[in-house]
C-alpha cells in the first residue's frame, strides 16, 4: 500500500508517552448551535432522537434561520479561565476544543471565510482564548476540525463527475489552508482530532490524507493525530487494507469502552462520552440516561485498565456558561482524582485477569498495581489473581 499505514505498531517518542499518560481529558463541543439548545418553535430535537449540534439537519429549522445564528453569538458568560479552571481541577490532561463543527462555522478569525467568529456580535477569537487559558492552566490542547460541511459549494459527499471532482479538489486546498492556519495561529497545538471523515468523496481521497498527515506534521513536529483523518488508496479508514492502524491512536471508540484488551490490538486509543446517552452540543433537553459521576469515574478506570484515555465531553450554553449537571460531575470527579490520580496518570494495562470487584491498572515503568474498587464482595474479600 502506498497510503496505508506508514508505521506498524505504536509511537515510541516522548509527546505521545505523555499523551498515553494522560488518563482523563475533557471535550468541548461549542459553536452556534449551542445557541439553541436542541430545540426550536418549542420542540427538541432529541425528542427526535437528534444531537443538538446536528439540528441544522432537522427538517423543522429552516437553514436560513440556522445561518443567521452568528448574528446573535455574544457569549456573555465566557470565561476561558474559569473553564480552564474548572477543567483543572476535575484533574484533566488535555482539552479537544472544536474549532469548527459540521455547519462550517469557525470559532477563530479564519482568512479562508467569512463565516468565522469575526462577523459575530463577539468578534473575538475565541479558540485563542481557550488555547491560551488551558495551556496557562497547564492542560494540553488539541484541536478539534470537522472535514465536510454542509454550506461549503464545493463540499461533495462522493466524486461522480470531473466537475465533482475539480470541485473538491478547491474543498481540499481549502481544508489544508484553514488547518495550516489553525497550527500557525496556535502552535501549542498538541494534536488535531478529525472528525466527518466519512463519506465517499473522503474515502476517494487517500493520497490527499496521506500527504496533508505529513505537512500538517511537519509545520509541529510530534504533533499527535488519531485514526479519523486517513483513508487508504483502497477507501479503507481507521484500518488500512491490511488491518494497520494509520493514525496515532485508535480513534474509533465513541461513547462505548472495550470489553477486553485484546479489543484494542495493542493500539493506543481514546474514549469520547456524552454524559447524556447522545448529543454533543448544549440541549436544554438531555437525552436518555444522564451518567453519574461514579459512573464516570468508574468509565475512566475502565479506559485506563485497558490502556487507553478517557475524554468527557461537556457542551457549553450559548452564552458560554455550563449546566450546573456538568459543573457537578466535573467537581465531584476532580474530588476522587484528588485522591485517587496515581492510579490514572501514566498507568496502562497489568495484564492480570480481571475481577468483578474492579479494575486493575499498573504505573507504566514500574512494578505497582493498582485495585480501584466499585463492587466490595458481600464476603468482603478481594480476589486477586496475577498472571
Ligand atoms: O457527528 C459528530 C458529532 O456531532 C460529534 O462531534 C462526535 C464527537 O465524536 N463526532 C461525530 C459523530 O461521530
Redesign the pocket.
Known amino acids: 500500500l502506498q497510503h496505508g499505514a506508514h508505521r506498524i505498531g505504536k509511537r515510541t517518542d516522548a509527546d505521545m508517552a505523555k499523551w498515553r499518560g494522560y488518563g482523563l481529558g475533557q ?1 468541548i ?1 461549542w459553536g452556534v448551535y449551542s445557541l439553541m439548545g436542541g430545540g426550536y418553535n418549542g420542540k427538541n430535537y432529541s425528542d427526535a432522537g437528534g ?1 443538538a ?2 439540528i441544522r439537519s432537522w427538517k423543522e429549522v429552516p437553514h436560513a434561520v440556522y445561518d443567521s445564528l452568528y448574528k446573535a453569538f455574544n457569549p456573555k458568560s465566557f470565561n476561558p479561565k474559569q473553564w480552564a479552571a474548572m477543567a483543572k481541577q476535575m484533574g484533566v490532561k488535555y482539552l479537544t476544543f ?1 474549532t469548527k ?2 455547519d462550517g462555522f469557525c470559532l477563530w478569525p479564519s482568512a479562508y471565510t467569512d463565516y468565522n467568529i469575526t462577523k459575530s456580535p463577539y468578534k473575538k477569537d475565541i479558540v485563542k482564548e481557550v488555547v491560551d487559558a488551558y495551556t496557562e492552566a497547564g492542560i494540553d490542547i488539541y484541536l ?1 476540525f ?1 472535514f465536510f460541511f454542509w454550506n461549503h459549494p464545493d463540499g461533495r459527499y462522493d466524486l461522480i463527475t470531473k466537475e465533482d471532482s475539480i470541485a473538491f479538489d478547491r474543498f481540499k486546498l481549502f481544508t489544508k489552508n484553514q488547518l495550516t492556519e489553525l497550527l500557525q495561529r496556535y502552535p501549542q497545538t498538541k494534536g488535531l482530532w478529525f ?2 471523515t466519512w463519506d465517499k468523496s473522503w474515502q476517494k481521497s487517500g493520497a490527499f490524507s496521506d500527504s496533508l498527515e505529513q505537512h500538517l506534521k511537519s509545520l509541529i513536529p510530534g504533533l499527535i493525530i488519531g485514526s479519523r483523518l486517513r483513508a487508504d488508496e483502497k477507501g479503507n479508514r481507521h484500518f488500512d487494507a491490511n488491518g494497520e492502524l494509520m493514525g496515532d491512536y485508535e480513534q474509533g471508540w ?1 461513547r462505548k469502552i472495550p470489553k477486553t484488551y485484546a479489543d484494542v490490538h495493542g493500539n493506543d486509543w481514546d474514549c ?1 462520552m456524552t454524559i447524556p446517552e447522545n448529543g ?2 448544549y440541549a436544554e433537553k438531555w437525552m436518555g440516561h444522564w451518567k453519574t459521576t461514579n459512573e464516570l469515574i468508574e468509565m475512566t478506570a475502565q479506559c485506563v485498565s485497558l490502556g487507553g484515555n478517557f475524554v468527557v ?1 461537556f457542551g457549553p450554553k450559548g452564552d458560554g456558561s455550563f449546566r450546573p449537571e456538568e459543573i457537578k460531575n466535573a467537581k465531584e470527579i476532580g474530588d476522587w482524582m484528588k485522591i485517587n490520580n496515581q492510579a490514572i496518570y501514566n498507568c496502562e494495562y497489568a495484564g492480570w485477569e480481571k475481577q468483578d470487584w474492579g479494575y486493575y491498572t499498573k504505573k507504566r515503568g514500574e512494578d505497582k498495581v493498582y485495585m480501584i474498587v466499585f463492587n466490595v464482595p458481600v464476603s468482603g474479600s478481594l480476589k486477586i489473581k496475577p498472571a
Open positions: 471535550f463541543h444531537a449540534e446536528w472544536t463543527h459540521h478539534y470537522f472528525d466527518g465513541e469520547v454533543w452540543g465531553n
